[in-house]
């Protein structure tokens, strides 16, 4: 296979602010101001506002959601029962992620036949969590993949592992203005991401579940179980909150085991904390 080909990023200081995130989730003791920007190559000033701009707090306060108790204050302060997000309108159809979402799901019939005659095209872009590849269809956005911990090589045969009778091919273009939208480097205000979920039928009622929790927010496996009809399934929840192929927008990263643990995350625990800090700080400096 050749060497995946990158989108263009939107703007210089988006991919600063990518690698800013990554040198902060992985630092083992909290960074000043003037380590991060000397890193980035940049004044601590200047810095400092380009990062509160995109990520909506400063570095400092930042670093304060990466704690390890973050998740704990999160189910405590946020956690979001789906009966009620339901009952207010917070589904697929609604604004989550800061961006609008419209989403369709493939057939029980269609997905049987494991992608077969589907084309699915895919491209690398980079991301606020690192690199990312994304797949989708003409119908919107089927596969979305972070390598920052499993490598680049093993995140695509991932993804080709679900949909084995599908046909692949590189096709960034097609996929650029619905990723430019889904990690905000575009008002999305001004276009959307679609979605296409290629599941099982109860990995589907699962992922639905999953988008109607508000950015910023929590739940947990149980309450899903709860949600869906299956209170005793939550093993099988979990499971298939762990099939989840498109990340971030399928936002499983917002279910918690009920202690307030992080539980498992396919992409990486790390990816993991970042998407909950990252979603946490947007949502109190909003």
Known sequence: MNPPTRAPED???????????DLIDHASDPLALDQIAAQMG????????????????????????????HAKDLLRDRFTTLGAAHELGLSGSGRLHDLFL?????????????????????????????????????????????????????AMA???????????????????GWVKTAFGAQDGSNGKAPIYLIGAPFQIKVWEALLSIPSGNVTTYSEIAQTIG?????????TAVGRNPISWLIPCHRALRKSGGLGGY?????????????????????
């Open 11 to 21: 703007g210089y200081h988006y991919g600063v602010m990518r690698r800013a995130i």
């Open 102 to 154: 419209r989403w369709e799901a493939m057939s029980p019939g269609e997905f049987a036949r494991k992608g077969s005659g589907l084309e699915i095209s895919w491209g690398w872009f980079d991301s606020p969590f690192g690199p990312a590849l994304v797949m989708g269809t003409d119908r919107g956005i089927c596969g979305l993949a972070f390598s920052a911990e499993m490598g680049e090589a093993e």
């Open 266 to 286: 396919h992409w990486g625990i790390p990816v993991k904390r970042a998407m909950l800090a990252y979603e946490s700080a947007r949502a109190d400096a909003g």
């Open 230 to 238: 299956t209170p005793k399934a939550v093993r099988a929840v979990g």
């Open 158 to 176: 991932d993804l080709q592992r679900r949909w084995p009778g599908a046909t692949f091919v590189e096709n960034p273009d097609l996929l650029g």
């Open 42 to 69: 940049m004044s601590a000033p200047h810095f400092q506002r380009i990062f509160s701009r995109w990520v909506g707090v400063s570095p400092k306060r930042y670093q304060q959601y990466l704690m390890l108790d």
